[in-house]
C-alpha cells in the first residue's frame, strides 16, 4: 500500500507544479515533427566597459538561451562550448571555420554564435543623448552536413527612444534578474534586441529544413 502512494504521489508530481521551472521542454512541435536542434554558444561582450554591476554577455547569453528553450520551433541542447570556441566561430571570413567543428556540439544540428557589438549610451556615462543604440552580430551554423556551413550572417541594429526613465532608474539596485529590470527601459530595449535574434534563427532554420 505505501508503494502504491509512493507512485501515485510521483505521477501527481511529474503532471503538475513539481516540474522544475527550468525542465526542458519538448524536443517535438505541437504538429508531432521534431523541431531543430539548436546550440546557443555564449555571447562575446565586444561593447566595451560599462558601468554595470553584471556582465551583459551573460545576461544576453542566459536570455537568448531561455528564449531558444522556450521556442515552437527549436530545442536547446545543454550548454555547450564557451568563449573561446564561439571567438573561434566568430572569424571574419565564414569559410575559415574549422571543418570538424560539429565534433564540439554533440546531437545539435546548429549552433548560434552571436557578438554585441554596441549598447550605448550608459545611463551614468550620457545622460544628454535620448536614443539607445544596440547591434549584435548574429551568425547561424548548419552542422548537418559534411562541412559547417553558415546560413546566416547579419548585424541587428536597434535605434530605441531612451525615456527619462532609462537614466534616472537605479540599475545597481535593480540590476538584471529582478522583477523592476525585466519592466524597466533598458530591460524592454534588451529584450526587443533577444526576441529580433531568436526569431532570425526561427526564420532561417525553419527554411533550410
Known amino acids: 500500500m505505501g508503494r502504491l502512494v509512493l507512485f501515485l504521489g510521483m505521477v501527481i508530481c511529474l503532471t503538475t507544479s513539481c516540474i522544475p521551472q527550468n ?4 524536443p517535438f512541435k505541437r504538429t508531432g515533427r521534431p523541431k531543430a536542434i539548436v546550440a546557443v554558444l555564449p555571447v562575446i561582450n565586444s561593447a566595451g566597459s560599462l558601468p554595470f554591476s553584471w556582465d551583459l554577455g551573460s545576461e544576453f547569453t542566459e536570455e537568448i538561451r531561455s528564449r531558444v528553450s522556450s521556442s515552437d520551433e527549436l530545442y536547446l541542447v545543454r550548454e555547450i562550448g564557451g568563449l573561446e ?3 573561434e566561430l566568430n572569424t571574419p571570413d565564414p569559410r575559415d571555420i574549422p571543418s570538424d567543428v560539429s565534433v564540439h556540439f554533440g546531437a545539435a544540428e546548429f549552433v548560434v554564435v552571436s557578438e554585441l557589438l554596441e549598447l550605448s549610451p550608459s545611463p551614468k556615462a550620457m545622460r544628454q543623448v535620448n536614443v539607445l543604440n544596440m ?7 548548419d552542422l548537418r552536413g559534411q562541412e559547417p556551413r553558415v546560413i546566416l550572417q547579419e548585424v541587428i541594429d536597434h535605434q530605441l527612444p531612451a525615456p527619462p526613465a532609462y537614466y534616472s532608474m537605479d540599475y545597481d539596485r535593480y540590476p538584471w534578474g529582478s522583477e523592476a529590470f525585466a519592466l524597466s527601459p533598458m530591460g524592454l530595449a534588451h529584450g ?8 532570425r534563427v526561427e526564420g532561417y532554420v525553419e527554411a533550410t529544413r
Open 23 to 26: 525542465a526542458q521542454a519538448s
Open 85 to 87: 570556441l564561439a571567438s
Open 135 to 141: 547591434a549584435m552580430r548574429l551568425r547561424v551554423i
Open 192 to 199: 526587443k534586441l533577444v526576441r529580433e535574434v531568436v526569431s
